[in-house]
């Protein structure tokens, strides 16, 4: 089942979801006493990155990492584990552990086996915030990618691929579409009313080649949208 939350403002939003995530990341630490946090890149998600990394929780437990990364140096603007450590890893939430998406290397084909290696050991993922374009992408599953197939094929064994997609600068790494749909609970955040219509669009049916984020609303965990102008 598929909740939806709209906010006054992008302030309100970013307010809500870091505290319902902090929350449920408490939950997870008091069951498990480990948690894994998933967040999306890009620049929306930076007020909500900078309210969670204030949140009173056990940080030292909590394993995090991006949903996608370019394949850029950390050093580069366009990096979005630049992004991270400058939002989310901060104050109480340096303590945190972050699991790299990406590692150097001439491609991205020649690190994903090391990176994979790293990331199954912290899933599944309890909690999982992802954007969405206007494309109706989400993470960097694309329409039209190369190997968006195969990241979307429920039979696959593969938790992390390369992606690259016309429009798309540089080469991606992305966690597949069945490791997202595993997540326990998944949160969507979208700022715009294009990205709205288009969130509308995506709730028809239709093919997950077309509009990928499908395969994360039919997921079987709980998943809420958030949504501000």
């Known amino acids: 089942m598929v909740g939806f939350i709209e906010y006054r403002n992008r302030d309100g939003l970013a307010q809500g979801l870091a505290a319902l995530v902090a929350g449920q990341l408490a939950v997870a630490?008091?069951?498990?006493?480990?948690?894994?946090?998933?967040?999306?890149?890009?620049?929306?998600?930076?007020?909500?990155?900078?309210?969670?990394?204030?949140?009173?929780?056990?940080?030292?437990?909590?394993?995090?990492?991006?949903?996608?990364?370019r394949?850029?140096?950390?050093?580069?603007?366009?990096?979005?584990?630049?992004?991270?450590?400058?939002?989310?890893?901060?104050?109480?939430?340096?303590?945190?552990?972050?699991?790299?998406?990406?590692?150097?290397?001439t491609?991205?084909?020649?690190?994903?086996?090391?990176?994979?290696?790293?990331?199954k050991t912290a899933l599944p993922i309890d909690v999982?915030?992802?954007?969405?374009?206007?494309?109706?992408h989400t993470a960097s599953l694309f329409p039209g990618?190369?190997?968006?197939?195969?990241?979307?094929?429920?039979?696959?064994?593969?938790?992390?691929?390369?992606?690259r997609a016309t429009g798309?600068?540089?080469?991606?790494?992305?966690?597949?579409a069945q490791v997202l749909r595993a997540t326990k609970k998944t949160h969507i955040l979208i700022a715009g009313r294009n990205k709205k219509r288009a969130f509308e669009v995506a709730e028809q049916q239709g093919p997950s080649t077309a509009a990928p984020i499908r395969a994360i609303l039919t997921g079987p965990g709980e998943i809420t949208i958030h949504y501000a102008d």
Not at 42 to 64: C, E, H, K, M, Q
Not at 78 to 95: C, D, H, M, V, Y
Not at 128 to 136: I, N, S
Request: aromatic share 2%.
């Open 29 to 69: 630490l008091a069951d498990q006493g480990r948690a894994t946090l998933v967040v999306p890149g890009g620049t929306t998600p930076g007020p909500f990155l900078r309210l969670l990394s204030d949140a009173a929780i056990d940080w030292g437990n909590v394993r995090v990492m991006l949903s996608d990364e």
């Open 71 to 105: 394949f850029v140096p950390e050093t580069s603007k366009r990096s979005n584990t630049r992004l991270l450590r400058e939002t989310l890893l901060q104050g109480p939430a340096a303590a945190a552990s972050l699991v790299p998406l990406v590692a150097e290397g």
């Open 107 to 119: 491609s991205p084909e020649d690190v994903i086996a090391v990176l994979t290696d790293a990331i």
């Open 128 to 136: 999982c915030v992802l954007g969405m374009g206007a494309d109706m």
């Open 145 to 163: 990618a190369d190997r968006l197939d195969e990241a979307l094929d429920p039979d696959s064994k593969a938790v992390l691929l390369p992606m």
């Open 168 to 176: 798309a600068p540089e080469p991606r790494l992305t966690l597949t």
